[in-house]
């Protein structure tokens, strides 16, 4: 420190510059001191002779055992004020792009949770079936989803009066699924199981069915006269799976379809 500020007492408010010179501080933190540093003095010189600190520690992680000259000279090097000041924008400029990108993230979220249509990203163009290009998106409903695929199987469970439909359609990294279900009722918890050919189970996809049900002829609601469309996905091959299982939390099957 400064021959200035020696001796003088540091206020509990200044305490977190040394966090926020090395970058350890959350979103929420940094953004607070940032508004503090702004009126205050004492923390603007503090954090001019500690911005030296990030340089300093990447050299030293370099050092050799014997040391040499121009490394010693370059960590006893003070940074300009003009440096100082660009270092403090481009901090908040990052802080400030990943609090954009959060925002973006939940937004999302937030419009898939009220039910609002699927989007994805494609990750690259390489899927069988005629994947997308990369950084295109992609915008549908689970019908819709379901709908595009042309391969289906389909069974009705006679003692439990569920049906199921199965769309199925191959990926380079396994199996995309679709599920029409109908003829269920709640409240239940359920999942979509295939089983390989070796006799494997691997889960798709989970729900929750309400109390009035899906597919329900006679339901007692709009919702519950239509059917349920899930998607899924798995990691075998298409021709690597025997059938298909829907069963509640207790292991209870309520349909099986063969693939």
């Known amino acids: 420190m400064s021959g200035s500020m020696m001796g003088t007492p540091v206020p509990n408010e200044h305490e977190t510059v040394g966090a926020y010179a090395l970058g350890i501080l959350d979103d929420a933190e940094a ?12 923390c603007a010189q503090q954090l001019d002779e500690l911005a030296g600190m990030e340089p300093m520690l990447a050299a030293l992680a370099d050092l050799p055992g ?16 003009r440096i100082v000041n660009k270092l403090v924008d481009e901090v908040a400029e990052r ?22 249509p699927f989007v994805a990203m494609a990750a690259s163009g390489g899927d069988s079936g005629g994947g997308a290009k990369q950084g ?12 595009s695929m042309s391969d289906k199987v389909s069974a009705t469970d006679s003692s439990t009066g569920v049906s199921a439909t199965v769309a199925m359609q191959e990926k380079n990294w396994g199996t995309s699924l679709g599920l029409e279900l109908k003829g269920v009722k ?35 609601t709009a919702e519950s006269k239509q059917p349920l469309y899930i998607g899924g996905a798995v990691a075998p091959a298409q021709n690597d799976i025997d059938h298909f299982e829907v069963v509640d939390s207790d292991g209870n099957k309520l349909v099986q379809v063969d693939a």
């Open 31 to 42: 953004t607070a001191f940032e508004a503090h540093l702004a009126t205050c003095e004492w």
């Open 136 to 147: 295109q998106v992609l915008a549908a409903t689970p019908k819709e989803l379901f709908d």
């Open 95 to 116: 802080r400030a792009q990943k609090r954009r990108r959060s925002f973006y993230m939940v937004a999302a979220a937030g419009a898939l949770i009220i039910g609002g």
């Open 66 to 81: 014997s040391g040499t000259p121009a490394i010693g000279e370059s960590l006893s090097a003070k940074p300009s004020p």
């Open 186 to 220: 709640g409240p239940l918890k359920c999942s979509l199981i295939a089983v390989g050919t070796n006799g494997e189970r691997w889960t798709a996809s989970t729900w929750s069915v309400g109390k009035w049900g899906y597919g329900i002829p006679n339901g007692k």
